[in-house]
């Protein structure tokens, strides 16, 4: 019998193989293959090793939110912009602030996370997972339940990474941000 280990992930594309699976309560990451995912998805699974490599033995997907990640990013959202600005000018590593729709509606969180030169890349620890993402989702669930649309930015021109949670996939603000920061 291969050991395994099993629990509640949240899954990342892994840019060295297939999945970055982020364990929920140790926020530990499992490199490993298999499964029919998208990055974003959080699962209950089971991850066998065999000689080494993980793969997802059993799994069964809790909520369908997706996780987009683009970088180079030009043209950042005018709420983005202005939480950058305000960042620098406060000097705050971390602000976030609750989107609304021309109705006047709430539609979504942005966050701003500082760059930090010469210590910590923040891109690279979002997209892996040693900086979760998490707790932001954790906070918009309070609110509203998965599935959500996540957008992680790293735009040229500024020195920040933006993360925009959006609670409803299916809206015209979702497909409008995936459309404007499409992979190109």
């Known amino acids: 019998m291969q050991p395994t280990t099993s629990g509640t992930f949240r899954v990342l594309a892994d840019p060295h193989g297939e999945w970055l ?5 140790t926020t530990e990451t499992i490199a490993a293959t298999g499964g029919d995912l998208e990055a974003g998805y959080l699962i209950e699974a089971t991850v066998e090793w065999d000689a080494g490599d993980a793969r997802i033995r059993e799994c069964e997907v809790l909520e ?3 996780i987009h990640f683009r970088e180079e990013v030009t043209d950042l959202f005018e709420v983005a912009r202005e939480l950058c600005r305000e960042a620098r000018m406060q000097g705050e590593g971390l602000l976030g602030e609750t989107t609304y729709s021309t109705d006047n509606q709430p539609n979504g969180a942005v966050y701003v996370f500082a760059e930090q030169p010469g210590a910590r890349d923040m891109w690279e620890e979002l997209r892996n997972g040693s900086l979760p993402l998490e707790p ?3 906070r918009l669930a309070d609110f509203d339940p998965e599935p959500y649309e996540i957008f992680v930015l790293d735009p040229i021109d500024e020195p920040f990474v933006v993360v925009y949670l959006v609670p409803d996939p299916d809206s015209m603000l979702a497909n409008t941000v995936k459309d404007t920061y499409s992979s190109r």
């Open 64 to 66: 369908e939110t997706r």
């Open 136 to 138: 932001l989702i954790d």
């Open 21 to 25: 699976l982020v364990d929920r309560e």
